[in-house]
């Protein structure tokens, strides 16, 4: 497979009913590719997650001390539907795509996502690059290296 676009809006609160959006319209929930994402569901949308689901999701921080973590999940249309969870109460959504090899149309072809993840989750601001990894917080949003596109400011803590 060829390299992928990553698309990420920045989502100021993690709210159940912005995560169910997320999944009901960008991931293939019959077949996710990660069955974490129903512990996830139900820690995090539905709120009655057990200790188990808990377990399941600690998988997946980057590091047990960290409370930032990010889901891979097939996406319906997209390649990849990426949930992650940040460090400083902020989720970042994102979508990964073939990346066109043409740079003037894989920058139009990111700010098209960008602008609808924007719209539809009434996301401050988005960014956009090539095999570009979630940001886990805010400096991270900030400072990385491999974004080709930045729209928007995300909101002071």
């Given at each position: 497979m060829?390299?992928?676009l990553?698309v990420y809006?920045?989502i100021?609160?993690r709210?159940?009913?912005?995560?169910m959006?997320?999944?009901e319209?960008?991931?293939?929930?019959?077949?996710?590719g990660?069955d974490r994402?129903?512990?996830?569901?139900r820690?995090?949308?539905?709120?009655?997650?057990s200790e188990a689901?808990?377990e399941?999701?600690?998988e997946l921080r980057?590091d047990?001390?960290?409370?930032a973590?990010?889901?891979?999940?097939r996406?319906?249309?997209?390649?990849q539907?990426i949930?992650?969870?940040?460090?400083?109460g902020a989720?970042v959504?994102?979508?990964?795509i073939e990346?066109?090899?043409?740079?003037p149309e894989?920058?139009?072809?990111?700010?098209?996502?960008v602008e609808?993840l924007?719209?539809?989750?009434?996301?401050?601001?988005?960014i956009a690059?090539v095999e570009?990894p979630p940001p886990?917080?805010r400096?991270?949003?900030?400072?990385?290296e491999?974004?080709?596109?930045r729209?928007g400011?995300?909101?002071?803590p």
């Amino acid at each position: 497979m060829s390299p992928c676009l990553d698309v990420y809006v920045w989502i100021s609160e993690r709210r159940p009913e912005t995560f169910m959006r997320f999944i009901e319209s960008y991931v293939n929930a019959a077949d996710p590719g990660d069955d974490r994402l129903h512990a996830f569901t139900r820690l995090h949308v539905m709120r009655s997650g057990s200790e188990a689901d808990a377990e399941e999701i600690n998988e997946l921080r980057f590091d047990p001390a960290d409370d930032a973590f990010s889901l891979y999940l097939r996406g319906r249309e997209h390649y990849q539907a990426i949930i992650t969870v940040t460090r400083d109460g902020a989720a970042v959504l994102g979508l990964s795509i073939e990346a066109p090899d043409d740079r003037p149309e894989r920058l139009a072809q990111a700010t098209r996502l960008v602008e609808q993840l924007r719209r539809q989750f009434s996301a401050p601001a988005g960014i956009a690059g090539v095999e570009l990894p979630p940001p886990r917080d805010r400096v991270e949003w900030r400072e990385e290296e491999q974004v080709e596109l930045r729209v928007g400011v995300i909101p002071a803590p």
